[in-house]
T-cell receptor, first 109, second 113 residues
Framework: EDQVTQSPEALRLQEGESSSLNCSYTVSGLRGLFWYRQDPGKGPEFLFTLYSAGEEKEKERLKATLTKKESFLHITAPKPEDSATYLCAVHPYGQNFVFGPGTRLSVLP | GAVVSQHPSWVICKSGTSVKIECRSL??????MFWYRQFPKQSLMLMAT?????????EQGVEKDKFLINHASLTLSTLTVTSAHPEDSSFYIC?????????FGPGTRLTVL
């Protein structure tokens, strides 16, 4: 069965304190892995798509990496506006997306 | 690009009434759209996959007669919650697929009194 777990469940950082969020997955065949940001009361906002192990993508203070078993979302020198829930999803071949439970990030000024 | 809108953004209705939620892809055509439900502090739960011109595919446990989905065009899918009850109160989010990626709408908050 395709599964996605995320850790930690919640993370509190001081502004400027870099850290990483983890997404671990088991799928029969990975078509793509996706990271989204979701603010309270809003729909998820697309961040990255990763397709193969070793791939990396960056956007401002965020960097996503992918291995055969997990993905990391690295946040460098975060700001309070980075506070949100970060969702990871995998797209197995021939299946619908499978979403992880998310990591709630709080960045304190 | 890849903007998805939903309407309304929130709705309050009385128990027993029906509510229609629209999902539109504004700058691309989407043969496939998805409807999700999200409870507070929980992740997205896929309800159904909507394909243009054909019947929707519902996930196990989702009542087809209660959640009617119509994908009338390549840019519009609608979800109708029929005979709504308080337990149907939730945050409903649609997404549209393009090149294997999903782009989400802003969500609709439904409150059934």
């Amino acid at each position: 069965e395709d599964q996605v777990t995320q850790s930690p469940e919640a993370l509190r950082l001081q502004e400027g304190e870099s850290s990483s969020l983890n997404c671990s997955y088991t799928v029969s065949g990975l078509r793509g892995l996706f990271w989204y940001r979701q603010d309270p009361g809003k729909g998820p906002e697309f961040l990255f798509t990763l397709y193969s192990a070793g791939e990396e993508k960056e956007k401002e203070r965020l960097k996503a990496t992918l291995t055969k078993k997990e993905s990391f979302l690295h946040i460098t020198a975060p700001k309070p506006e980075d506070s949100a829930t970060y969702l990871c999803a995998v797209h197995p071949y021939g299946q619908n997306f499978v979403f992880g439970p998310g990591t709630r990030l709080s960045v304190l000024p | 690009g890849a903007v998805v809108s939903q309407h309304p953004s929130w709705v309050i209705c009385k128990s027993g009434t029906s509510v229609k939620i629209e999902c539109r892809s504004l700058d691309f055509q989407a043969t496939t759209m998805f409807w999700y439900r999200q409870f507070p502090k929980q992740s997205l739960m896929l309800m159904a996959t909507s394909n243009e011109g054909s019947k929707a595919t519902y996930e196990q446990g989702v009542e087809k007669d209660k959640f009617l989905i119509n994908h009338a065009s390549l840019t519009l899918s609608t979800l109708t919650v029929t005979s709504a009850h308080p337990e149907d109160s939730s945050f409903y989010i649609c997404s549209a697929s393009r090149d294997g990626e999903q782009f989400f709408g802003p969500g609709t908050r439904l409150t059934v009194l």
